[in-house]
């Protein structure tokens, strides 16, 4: 990183727009040069600074100073990567700012600042607002789409039919990026809303199956699919999408026709589907009986990618022998020895062999693995008393972007409060909050670190807060019911919370563990215990595990509660909610057995 005395040197040597050059991107240097242009030295100032702050990881002056020198200057690159920057760093308020000042300068209509807009107020959980820039956005494409058609349809490249088909492909994935980007949850709940054409298009219909899934509301995920066939999407995507829709919901016989139905549509791409509906239908021998035949009789990569899942299968089940004897033949396989050297190295760690385990995380560095690999090692190296070396693990380039370093700050802090130095978490995330202010995701995980560290009043404030500024996040209103619920505190309110989340994700597992949480603690024991079930089923959750076997136990059933408690330190050995709910039970922890393994 380079210091700031150099710079305010060299600015005074070369002037601003070299700087900014030498220093940044090519947007930020046209930005700089065109404020030079136009002669506004406040102007010019800012965007050097900003980029100092950008250097510095103060996201929040960055996108500040930049949105202020955008307002004064009447250039559109600069507007532009004043949206950016905002955007990049999470700071929505700025990015709304200056997106509409870049559609100011251009066109109200300009798509690519409506996209910008849309992503603002995505981020603030402004889903009326988001859905309006997106109805425009669309709009706008679609005519920029037939004006590009008509003149390839006039040049004799191409037929002005195809440009519909062309552009419900782009739109899809467009659709699919943007949930990337601003979060599932938010960019759901604004496409739901939308009656643009566009989103009637097999393709966008299958995208929206996909977020519908992965916003946990399988009913409407498994409506979207079947829009999408009847819209002409491709058959073998959209049985995939209905089969996972069934399985959430616990249709296993519809599940394993919609698998079986992808898999005759795409007998090498989908080979796979029918096992793996049957693995979320927890249908375990049946689907170890089809992963075998597939082992047995496939040809490559198939074999390999068979014994990958069969391996990940008796890893969940804690079949740690069978696990590693797997896995161990994987590293042969090019394809398979990164997730092998992962989970002989998590194995490694569960039978307490901490050498090994590091050893082997250390391995994964470069590939898809190496963030959880990473996070695991930091883990192990703490315990063991190396605190610096486990913190620094963690710590992000001084080249990452700048959500790659809000991740690993957090990740940081977690480190911290789970190993019981809640106050030095409490500060490192107060200091991300001072370069990155009113961060929703920061905000967040400060009040799951004042609830962790017993600050319970502090926690409900900030969530209450969130809760306030974001009313349609379910993340943050489930929190804040959940909250109440925990600590007994307005229960009806609470309930309340939860169903207003429950409503917006059904098959969420933790808004259902929430619900079945606040039916405990209303003296319902026998109403949460379905809940937490399913719960369970669709999330093999170590804080799941802890309530169901709890609630279990308060009801007598202490058998199963003993088995669930088991289950769930199989999955999330680590849990203290669980090893907390066994502790009140006089039920000791199963304890971890085996021996090392060589990787």
Not at 263 to 284: H, I, M, N, T, W
Request: aromatic share 4%.
């Amino acid at each position: 990183m380079r210091p700031f005395p150099r710079i305010a040197v060299l600015m005074q040597l070369l002037g601003c727009a070299v700087i900014l050059a030498a220093s940044s991107s090519p947007a930020a240097a046209a930005a700089a040069a065109s404020a030079v242009a136009h002669g506004s030295e406040d102007a010019n100032a800012l965007i050097m600074t900003a980029e100092i702050a950008l250097q510095r990881n103060d996201c929040g002056r960055a996108a500040s100073n930049y949105a202020n020198a955008a307002q004064r200057l009447p250039d559109v690159k600069l507007a532009e990567r004043a949206a950016t920057v905002a955007l990049d760093c999470g700071q929505y308020q700025a990015a709304e700012r200056s997106a509409e000042r870049w559609r100011q300068l251009t066109s109200p209509n300009n798509p690519e600042a409506l996209k910008a807009a849309m992503r603002a107020d995505l981020g603030l959980y402004r889903i009326d607002e988001a859905r309006s820039a997106f109805e425009g956005w669309m709009r706008t494409r679609q005519q920029d789409v037939q004006k590009q058609a008509g003149e390839k349809a006039g040049a004799g490249e191409k037929s002005k039919d195809d440009a519909p088909k062309d552009d419900a492909k782009v739109v899809a994935a467009s659709m699919t990026e943007l949930a990337q980007r601003s979060g599932i949850g938010a960019t759901f709940a604004m496409l739901r809303g939308s009656q643009v054409p566009q989103l009637r298009s097999g393709p966008a219909l299958l995208a929206m199956s996909a977020l519908a899934i992965d916003g946990w509301n399988y009913q409407e995920a498994a409506q979207y699919a079947q829009r999408a066939l009847n819209a002409g999407a491709e058959r073998a995507p959209a049985e995939l999408v209905l089969a996972r829709a069934y399985a959430g919901l616990g249709d296993g016989d519809q599940a394993v026709a919609a698998a079986n139905a992808a898999r005759a549509a795409a007998p090498k791409e989908q080979s796979f589907a029918p096992a793996d509906v049957l693995v979320l239908l927890g249908r375990d021998r049946e689907a170890r009986v089809e992963l075998e035949r597939l082992r047995d009789s496939g040809t490559a990569p198939i074999p390999a990618q068979a014994e990958r899942r069969l391996g990940l299968m008796a890893f969940d089940q804690g079949n740690y022998d069978d696990a590693k004897s797997i896995f161990t033949q994987l590293m042969k396989d090019p394809e398979s020895s990164a997730v092998a050297v992962y989970y002989l190295s998590a194995i490694a760690e569960r039978r307490g062999d901490n050498g090994t385990a590091l050893h082997g995380y250390q391995l994964l560095s470069g590939t898809a693995l190496e963030g959880a690999a990473r996070t695991r090692a930091a883990t192990i190296l703490y315990k063991d008393g190396q605190r610096s070396t486990a913190l620094q693990l963690l710590q992000p380039s001084d080249t990452a972007a700048p959500t790659a370093r809000l991740e690993a700050e957090v990740a940081q802090a977690l480190l911290l409060v789970n190993n019981g130095e809640g106050s030095q978490a409490l500060a490192r995330i107060d200091d991300a909050l001072a370069r990155f202010p009113d961060h929703p995701d920061l905000l967040y995980q400060k009040a799951i670190v004042l609830e962790k560290t017993g600050h319970t009043d502090a926690a409900i404030t900030q969530l209450e807060d969130l809760n306030r500024q974001r009313p349609q996040d379910a993340t943050v209103t489930n929190a804040l019911g959940f909250l109440l619920a925990d600590h007994s505190r307005e229960l009806p309110r609470a309930d309340k919370l939860i169903s207003a989340a429950l409503k917006a994700e059904p098959d969420n597992p933790a808004v259902l563990d929430s619900k079945a949480w606040v039916e405990f603690r209303q003296g319902q024991s026998r109403a949460a215990l379905p809940l937490l079930e399913r719960a369970f089923h669709l999330d093999q959750d170590g804080d799941i595990g802890a309530h169901w076997g709890e609630v279990l136990w308060s009801v007598g059933d202490k058998t199963r509660a003993r088995e669930t408690w088991n289950r769930a330190l199989i999955v999330d050995p680590d849990n203290a909610s669980v090893k907390a709910a066994q502790q009140r039970a006089g039920v000791p922890s199963l304890p971890s057995s085996g021996t090392g393994i060589s990787i």
